[in-house]
């Protein structure tokens, strides 16, 4: 079984920074892969970025790079995803998400395990 809780989310100006958390519990293995999605009222849940705990790889979609940096401390079991540069359209819920796959990927089926969301705001 595994676990994830999100948290970290609210309200920023345009131009302002948030951090949010991904605590893990439960049979998390070091070959996992972790990644953030995000969900705009209307839209499609999209890739943001992934993580690999093997080796700290990540990727990033192009409209977050440079700006968003996702990484993970393994002595805390959660994963970060800093955000700067916030942009109005940033705006969607962010959803944590585990596969069991070490291969870094963008497709939101290869997530088995998923939190429950964070409501991200940018306000322009």
């Known amino acids: 079984q595994v676990h994830l809780v999100d948290s970290g989310g609210g309200l920023v100006q345009a131009g302002g920074s948030l951090r949010l958390s991904c605590a893990t519990s439960?049979?998390?293995?070091?070959?996992?892969?972790m990644g953030w999605f995000r969900q705009a009222p209307g839209k499609e849940r999209e890739f943001v970025a992934a993580?690999?705990?093997?080796?700290?790889?990540?990727i990033y979609a192009d409209s977050v790079k440079g700006r968003f940096t996702i990484s993970g401390d393994s002595a805390k079991n959660t994963v970060y995803l800093q955000m700067n540069s916030l942009k109005p359209e940033d705006t969607a819920v962010y959803y944590c998400?585990?596969?069991?796959?070490?291969?870094?990927?963008?497709?939101?089926?290869?997530?088995?395990?998923w939190g429950q969301g964070t409501q991200v705001t940018v306000s322009s």
């Open positions: 998400a585990a596969s069991v796959s070490r291969v870094l990927t963008t497709t939101s089926g290869a997530y088995a395990y």
């Open positions: 439960g049979r998390i293995f070091s070959s996992f892969t």
């Open positions: 993580f690999s705990w093997s080796g700290g790889n990540t």
